[in-house]
């Protein structure tokens, strides 16, 4: 197993499923399990699991009008300062093959962005809305940047926070940019009040194998944005809430054409003109809820391969994909199946599909005597069920269509 020194203590790094040393070790030890981001302490005898806070590799805090960073491990003191900013990336910087930065509870001010360019690096609060980080007075761009564009970077984390922008369109800002790292996780935060044309809260650029979950996001000029290049795959967003103001024409989850197989699931939007904009292939789009406002659309979809499926749609749906499944939806779902009459002496009837679009397939099977039977005049609205032998009774039809 790999072994580091941290000053007088041994560091070891190993799977869960591996023995732990018991021999030839010193008080303070740490072992690391790289599965499950548990810490062990060895306390003389045996190993001690670590509180998170206590096994953080950092523990931000403010006293007075300084704010510091306490290695978690000696308990020193190692940077401290006025700026926020300062503080958290040199502890960041502190950290070239990753750790946990616990930031204590209290709003911290951040004159500018920080970078995060390490495999494995958590920012951590106490919670939204209880541990913030203020950038309302630094300038414009992304207020937290995960990646160089040249190397991946993995296993990074923000966490159980508030964002705050500057709210101001002309100084735009996103919170967070990604640019070329997988298996990020956003959870927890409160991200509000980053404007600006062009700008979204999380801009992902060659982001993959990603979950954006329990988030709040408020007032944003765009919330989400996933961008178009076969390296924004796989990503999770899910059990989000979406709010805009309701003239906001920008849409609040945009996954550009390129990405593939995202799953958008279990959200809630409120506000805006737009709510959901896929133009990328092969996603799901699963149990959103969409508040109504006047003149919004709640999903515009194209591309090819998706799978819509028990959306409570509001305010209506803008569909020209192909080879796509929707379902269970309310206000907007295929295939559908219904019955219709063909009266008594009659050759024809005309069925109100209530349907999306208009149907592709059409399946009519009467259950009598028709002789041959066929459809007509399908449109978005309705289709015409003929046949060659007028029924002497009223005669039940039952059907099937897919958009």
């Known amino acids: 197993m790999p072994m580091v020194e941290i000053g007088v203590r041994k560091k070891f790094r190993g799977l869960s499923t591996e023995e732990k040393p018991t021999t030839g070790l010193d008080v303070g030890d740490i ?14 005898s045996k190993w001690v699991e670590l509180h ?6 950092y523990i931000i805090f403010q006293e007075g009008d300084y704010v510091k960073a306490k290695n978690g491990l000696t308990g020193q003191i190692e940077f401290s300062g006025t700026d926020a900013a300062d503080v958290i990336q040199n502890a960041i910087d502190a950290l070239p ?50 990646g160089d564009g040249v190397a991946r970077k993995d296993r990074i984390e923000v966490s159980f926070m508030t964002l705050r922008g500057r709210n101001d369109a002309a100084v735009p800002q996103k919170a967070i940019y990604v ?25 992902g650029t060659k982001m993959a194998h990603s979950t954006i979950m329990d988030c709040h996001f408020w007032n944003n000029n765009g919330a989400v944005l996933i961008d178009g290049t076969t390296d924004n795959t796989a990503n999770k967003i899910a059990f989000n809430y979406f709010y805009a103001t309701g003239a906001n024409p920008n849409p609040q989850l945009y996954i550009k054409a390129g990405s593939a197989l ?17 133009e990328a292939n092969n996603n799901v789009i699963m149990g959103n809820s969409f508040e109504y406002n006047e003149g919004a659309v709640d999903l515009v979809i194209s591309g ?7 959306n409570n749609f509001t305010n209506g749906v803008n569909n020209t994909t192909t080879n796509s499944l929707f379902a269970r939806n309310i206000v907007y779902s295929t295939p559908k199946c219904g019955t219709a009459t063909m009266p008594a002496g009659a050759t024809s009837v ?19 005597n028709l002789g041959s039977v066929w459809v007509s005049a399908r449109d978005s609205t309705s289709f015409t069920i003929n046949c060659s032998s007028a029924p002497t009774v009223d005669t039940i039809v039952d059907w099937y269509a897919e958009v």
């Open 31 to 44: 072992w690391v399990e790289c599965d499950t981001a548990r810490q062990y302490i060895w306390d003389g």
């Open 52 to 57: 998170p806070v206590e096994a953080a590799s």
């Open 97 to 146: 093959t990753g750790g946990l930065i616990f930031i204590r509870r209290g709003t911290y001010s951040l004159s500018k962005g920080l970078t995060i360019n390490a495999h494995g690096i958590i920012l951590r609060g106490e919670g939204p809305d209880i541990t913030t980080l203020d950038f309302s007075q630094a300038g414009s761009g992304a207020m937290i940047t995960i």
């Open 179 to 203: 640019n070329y790292a997988a298996y990020l996780l956003f959870y927890r935060l409160v991200i509000h009040y980053f404007a600006g044309s062009g700008m979204y809260a999380i801009h």
């Open 262 to 278: 995202n799953r958008i699931i279990g959200n809630l939007f409120e506000g805006g003109l737009e709510r959901i904009r896929v």
């Open 304 to 310: 090819s391969g998706h799978l819509v499926i028990g």
């Open 350 to 368: 005309t069925v109100n599909h209530g349907m999306p679009a208009t149907p592709t397939i059409i399946v009519v099977t009467p259950r009598g």
